[in-house]
Nanobody, 124 residues
Framework: VQLQASGGGLVQAGGSLRLSCAAS????????VGWFRQAPGKEREFVAAIRSDRAASYRESVKGRFTISRDNVKNTVYLQMNSLKPEDTAVYYC???????????????????WGQGTQVTVSS
């Protein structure tokens, strides 16, 4: 599976962005796809993930602001980010794997395939 992340940019605090993760492969619908982010000098951290059954999990700090969804016809997973804050600034990565259970969706070590990052910058 090859992943291509896009949609990042510069936005003011309170603004919105929608990230896209486009994937190759006919079995994409069977994969769990996650979004992770990494700010300068910090470790990569979990943001949100969605399983093939559309069960979703979110980082506590983005609940109510971010929404993850998937379109299996387009082989794409989206991350709608609203009410953005300066602390959301980071490089955002999408990743995919099969066989992830709900309790391990936040574990980046479970994800086998990674896309390149897309920069999100939120100005105050």
């Amino acid at each position: 599976v090859q992943l291509q992340a896009s949609g990042g940019g510069l936005v003011q605090a309170g603004g919105s962005l929608r990230l896209s993760c486009a994937a190759s492969g006919s079995t994409f619908r069977t994969y769990t796809v996650g979004w992770f982010r990494q700010a300068p000098g910090k470790e990569r951290e979990f943001v949100a993930a969605i399983r093939s059954d559309r069960a979703a999990s979110y980082r506590e700090s983005v609940k109510g602001r971010f929404t993850i969804s998937r379109d299996n016809v387009k082989n794409t997973v989206y991350l709608q980010m609203n009410s953005l804050k300066p602390e959301d600034t980071a490089v955002y990565y999408c990743a995919a794997a099969q066989g992830i259970i709900i309790t391990t969706m936040k574990d980046l070590a479970r994800y086998r395939y990674w896309g390149q990052g897309t920069q999100v910058t939120v100005s105050s």
